[in-house]
């Protein structure tokens, strides 16, 4: 049995912490949630709520709204929630929300910001208290300057599979120029990016833990031996990829997933690599050799598919579960050649 709306005797519920609404069938909240003074944590998230009430920006304690995948949302955020200086989570993500408010850099605690629309207006400046920032759009807004969110640890950018068809040769940039893709802030652990044209400077990102990036046009990535923390490398979907410079020298790397990069022919040597874990490559067709698995001890997995040039299987630790839909080369039979002289002797 689905709630379709909420009880007038929540009301009175004034030590009500947490309200949680997700899946519900409710269409509206009730303006009386405004007197719920203790509230902290609200969660409307896949319910077909079609705004967010006035009155909400008198819960002043609230620190964390989940209103993501609320389709029936209408484009607007209330400028009264915009006194609500306690919250730090805000996630829009999947809803129809297409402005995010000036107002908002007054958010002093906020610390994630999800929000992903189809017509994504550019985003105004951004609190500094920020950790995460996720923005997904069918077309890239401009992203603000973002060097002065020197809490960032997570940013991800990328246009939404299911808004739109990705044409290579008509992608927009998320950024307004080259100085503004080249100024994110150090701090940054986590990036992921997805169907931009440029890719940023990241051999400065020192902190790096996390780099994934799909659907790029770039031949050759920047150099990434300066990343000595990186931890798990993912890139999918790179047409004109033909050198990962530094990958052989990823030393803290325990995850690289290789996947869709049609032209890359060979990578570096990867004996180096002695922390990783877990290795896929796959649909990489032009990829003639991988070298260096047998001297990784700590291989657990490896995932080896649609590689349909590879001249042999690689090496690896006897410990290590390979995956693959290639058969290993036969050793060649001992055939008798056609025989050109012939003598015979007899004692």
């Known amino acids: ?24 069938k409710i269409s509206f909240l009730p303006d009386f949630i405004g007197n719920l003074k203790r509230l902290k944590v609200l969660k409307v998230a896949y319910t ?79 609190p500094s208290s920020l950790k995460c920032l996720v923005v997904v759009a069918a077309q890239f807004p401009i992203l603000p300057n973002l060097s002065s969110l020197v809490h960032l640890h997570h940013l991800e950018v990328r246009k939404e599979q299911h808004m739109t068809l990705w044409i290579p040769h008509k992608v927009t940039s998320p950024w307004k120029d080259v100085l503004s893709i080249n100024q994110l802030p150090l701090s940054l652990s986590t990036l992921k990016i997805h169907s931009i044209p440029q890719l940023p400077y990241i051999s400065d990102l020192q902190n790096l833990l996390v780099l994934s990036i799909s659907k790029c046009l770039m031949p050759c990535l920047p150099d990434l031996s300066h990343l000595k923390r990186l931890q798990e490398l993912q ?14 020298e990823l030393e803290s790397l325990k995850f690289l997933y290789i996947i869709m990069c049609d032209v ?39 995932e080896i598919r649609y590689c349909k040039s590879l001249e042999r299987l690689p090496d690896v630790p006897t410990s290590t579960k390979l995956e693959t839909d290639q058969a290993p080369l036969e050793p060649a039979e001992h055939t008798m050649q056609p025989a050109k002289r012939l003598r015979l002797s007899v004692d």
């Open 1 to 24: 049995m689905y709630l379709h709306e909420l009880p007038n005797s929540i009301e009175k519920m004034e030590f009500l912490v947490e309200l949680d609404l997700r899946f519900s």
């Open 48 to 126: 077909k709520i079609h705004t967010i009430p006035c009155s909400l920006g008198g819960v002043e304690s609230l620190e964390e709204l989940d209103a993501s995948f609320c389709l029936h949302l209408k484009d607007e955020i209330p400028w009264e929630l915009w006194s609500l200086t306690h919250l730090r989570i805000l996630d829009l993500d999947g809803s129809p929300i297409s402005t995010v408010p000036r107002k908002i850099s007054g958010f002093s605690s906020l610390q994630t910001l999800k929000i992903a629309s189809h017509r994504l207006s550019p985003l105004p400046e951004l």
């Open 235 to 248: 890139l999918d979907d790179f047409p004109e990829l033909v050198e990962i410079p530094g990958l052989g």
């Open 264 to 302: 890359i022919k060979q990578l570096p040597n990867l004996s180096k690599l002695k922390n990783l874990l877990r290795l896929k490559l796959i649909h990489c067709v032009k990829l003639r050799a991988v070298e260096g698995l047998k001297e990784l001890n700590f291989l657990e997995y490896a």
